[in-house]
């Protein structure tokens, strides 16, 4: 019990808590000196944030792009003329091993390696924008190709794409690396919560995506934690971005006709 409440007093010196704290005290203050409407209006702020950060409303948003993709084994994936890893798992660093940083999504980068060692294809397409520290630019696929060679990948086996603003640009490169080398299938490895929208665009080159999805964020695949009754925490506000980014970014891609028409006949 006593952890618990120093728990909740720790929230409350995040900026979140003590944001949510101000407004509640706000919100009082104005309620007092009968200033109702602006009360009304800090306490639908608080409300919002309390429901963000407090509750499992984002949990179950962000849930819902990746349930479709739970449940799969990469050991039963087949076999594909090459392995397309999607960047944000990576950037540079002055003093992390091979200067490479890991991002949120560096589980992208353990199911790449992974499926390469099961011989699931014979070359590893490395996506991903550039990074610049110290003056020095470095594409983020020649972050990762390092940081795999010092696992025992073969340099030889990573490609790595030249720098790319988005999901588009990588499918761009791919489609003309697949024509030139004559692929036809790919793995795809992106975070479960964007696969939906890598997989159409991808698709929209004419290329066939088998999907191989990692970097689950919620209780579809991880260990839940029980929170109960809680001061709002950064937790949800991540989820609820995330799932935000996923379905804006799907309106944009399917406005600039970048998703494959079988995806937008489902909408």
């Known amino acids: 019990m006593r952890d618990a409440l120093l728990r909740q007093c720790l929230y409350l010196l995040d900026p979140i808590g003590f944001v949510w704290f101000c407004l509640l005290v ?21 409300l919002f944030v309390t429901v963000v950060g407090s509750t499992s409303v984002p949990e179950k948003l962000l849930a819902s792009l990746e349930r479709p993709y739970a449940g799969g084994n990469p050991d039963a994936l087949p076999p594909a003329d090459a392995i397309v890893l999607l960047g944000g798992c990576a950037t540079s ?7 490479a940083h890991l991002a949120s999504a560096g589980d992208r980068i353990v199911m790449a390696h992974a499926l390469f060692k099961m011989g699931k294809a014979p070359v ?19 972050i990762v ?19 790319n603003a ?12 697949a024509a030139e080398r004559g692929w036809r299938r790919i793995l795809l490895i992106t975070s479960a ?12 080159q004419g290329l066939e ?15 839940g934690t029980r929170r ?31 998703l494959a028409p079988e995806a937008n006949a489902g909408l």
């Open 228 to 258: 109960g009754l809680s001061v709002p925490h950064y937790d949800g506000f991540i989820k609820a971005s995330t799932w935000l980014h996923e379905k804006v970014g799907w309106e944009v891609y399917r406005w600039r006709g970048w």
């Open 193 to 204: 919560n964007h696969m939906r929208r890598a997989s159409a665009t991808f698709r929209a």
């Open 26 to 46: 706000l919100t009082a203050a104005l309620w007092r000196k009968r200033l109702r409407r602006f009360a009304c209006a800090t306490a639908i702020i608080a």
């Open 166 to 177: 988005d999901t588009h640009d990588e499918a761009l490169k791919v489609r003309a690396l």
């Open 124 to 142: 590893l397409v490395l996506g991903g924008n550039v990074s610049k520290l110290d003056g020095v630019n470095r594409l983020e696929g020649e």
């Open 209 to 223: 995506v088998i999907a191989a999805p990692c970097d689950f964020q919620t209780t579809v695949s991880t260990a």
């Open 145 to 163: 190709r390092d940081l795999l060679a010092r696992r025992g990948l073969s340099r030889d086996a990573s490609l790595p794409l030249a720098a």
């Open 93 to 99: 660093s002055r003093y992390e091993i091979s200067n």
